[in-house]
């Protein structure tokens, strides 16, 4: 079991969360990770550079002018290649950079990316996170007390809250929706922050079927 400590807005701890690590895939898989965090970083790239050949460059392809008994070099359309303005010889053609992944694997890899974040201890949470109205500096003050000094991700349920409103002015802090949560953006930050519902809520939806449900787990029990 993983004990991720519980924090209020001032930063003192009031509660815990247990979770189970072989619901997160028992142990920190690198090689996983690497996986899906290469396969996520190829699909976003575009893949639509494109150059002009000489098949697509504009212009006549009359010969400028005898093959023979000119004195100067052959030469045949000024749309080749090494003339100025002609195609490129070798251009650049829209390319595919997407990678697939089982979906097994995919949601194991976010799943152990959570896994990765509570054993090296950059899971922030907060036992209730509601603001009354879009304020930075109340915002920052949060930071301030939970210790966050370094990059920070923020789940959230609705990125159109105050809460999420309230850290868009802030450069070192990236908003998500909890549920959009993936290798990619959680390997990118060094902290996690959410608070304890909604942490519980994602994790029961991403254990799947046949995985056992991750939520807090009564002190009694142990």
């Known amino acids: ?58 212009g006549s392809t009359r010969k400028l002018y005898k093959q023979k008994h000119t004195g100067n070099a052959r030469r045949g359309a000024i749309r080749t290649n090494i003339m100025r303005g002609g195609g490129r010889g070798h251009g650049k053609v829209p390319h595919s950079w997407r990678k697939d992944m089982p979906d097994k694997m995919r949601r194991l890899a976010n799943r152990n990316a959570i896994l990765a974040k509570a ?13 009354a109205k879009p304020n930075t500096k109340q915002f920052a003050h949060l930071l301030a007390a939970l210790k966050i000094e370094r990059s920070c991700l923020l ?13 868009a002015n802030l450069p070192e802090v990236s908003v998500s ?30 254990a799947g079927p046949g995985l056992p449900e991750v939520s807090a787990i009564p002190e009694e029990a142990h």
Do not use: C, W
Request: proline share 4%; charged share 25%; net charge neutral.
């Open 155 to 167: 789940a959230v349920p609705d990125t159109r809250g105050h809460e999420a409103r309230s850290a």
């Open 119 to 131: 054993v090296d201890g950059e899971i922030k949470l907060v036992d209730h996170l509601a603001f």
């Open 1 to 58: 079991m993983i004990e991720i400590p519980v924090f209020n807005s001032e930063g003192q701890q009031v509660d815990t969360l247990k979770l189970d690590a072989q619901a997160l895939g028992g142990e920190v898989r690198p090689a996983l990770l690497k996986l899906a965090y290469v396969r996520i970083h190829a699909n976003n790239r575009q893949g639509n550079a494109a150059t002009k050949n000489r098949a697509r460059t504009e």
């Open 177 to 206: 929706r909890i549920e959009h949560l993936n290798v990619f953006n959680l390997l990118n930050h060094r902290f996690l922050l959410t608070d304890k519902p909604t942490l519980e809520k994602y994790l029961a939806a991403a």
